[in-house]
């Protein structure tokens, strides 16, 4: 069975840093890209960034960029999301996404962690 | 970056009513696009993609239509278990985008 177990969702003072993970099972990891979504209290789901099956395609979205990092390691079938400089805005549930092989969109999802920026 | 809107925000429907949700990209998508289903306190759950492919184990009374930048999510006969917030979301450009969402909610 195909699951997704995303950790490391925490409460973080504004300007801070946190690290997100998320760790899959039951496919085959590299073959698939990955997505961070999240969706703040009470609002829509925001795209916030992917990465390809090899990690050589990486996109965020604009409110996040030049904050954020994701990466993968194959070799332990994880995905991380590096986040420095935190702002309240910042606040929400995030959630992993696995793509259907090589497209964008996610057929599988993790229950998400939450995440809160306040001081 | 491609904005998505979805009409209408809110949809109060009953059971039994054939329900449609649009979703307007603003500039060329062709096909890339994707509708999810989210229940309170749930992930969202994948349920088409690439506009009128209906994903597997998804009951087929859910279709989708629609190409470039107008898409519609059409619910044939509505469900009890159908009630919930529907998203659609473009993986055509490099920053993939949401619409704001559509909640069904029970009239």
Same mark, same amino acid.
């Given at each position: 069975e195909v699951h997704l177990l995303e950790s490391g969702g925490d409460l973080v003072q504004p300007g801070g840093s946190l690290r997100l993970s998320c760790t899959a099972s039951g496919?085959?990891?590299?073959s698939h890209t990955m997505t961070w979504v999240r969706q703040a209290p009470g609002k829509g789901l925001e795209w916030v960034s992917a990465i390809s099956g090899g990690g050589d395609y990486i996109s965020y979205a604009d409110s996040v960029k030049g904050r954020f990092t994701i990466s993968r390691d194959n070799s332990k079938n994880t995905i991380s999301l590096q986040m420095n400089n +935190?702002?309240?805005?910042?606040t929400a549930v995030y959630f992993c996404g696995k793509g259907q +092989?090589?497209?964008?969109?996610?057929d599988v999802w993790g229950e998400g962690t939450p995440v809160t920026v306040s001081s | 970056d491609i904005q998505m809107t979805q009409s209408p925000s809110t949809l109060s429907a009953s059971a039994g009513d054939r329900v449609t949700i649009t979703c307007r990209a603003?500039?060329?998508?062709?096909?890339w696009l994707a509708w999810y289903q989210q229940k309170p306190g749930n992930a969202p759950k994948l349920l088409?993609?690439?506009?009128s492919i209906l994903e597997?184990?998804?009951?087929?009374?859910f279709s989708g239509s629609g190409s470039g930048t107008e898409f519609t999510l059409t619910i044939s006969s509505l469900q009890p278990d159908d009630f919930a917030i529907y998203h659609c979301q473009q993986y055509s450009s490099y920053t993939r985008t949401f619409g704001q969402g559509t909640k069904v909610e029970i009239k």
């Open positions: 496919f085959t990891f590299s +935190l702002r309240d805005e910042d +092989l090589s497209n964008f969109y996610m | 603003s500039q060329n998508i062709n096909s088409i993609y690439q506009a597997s184990g998804v009951p087929s009374r």
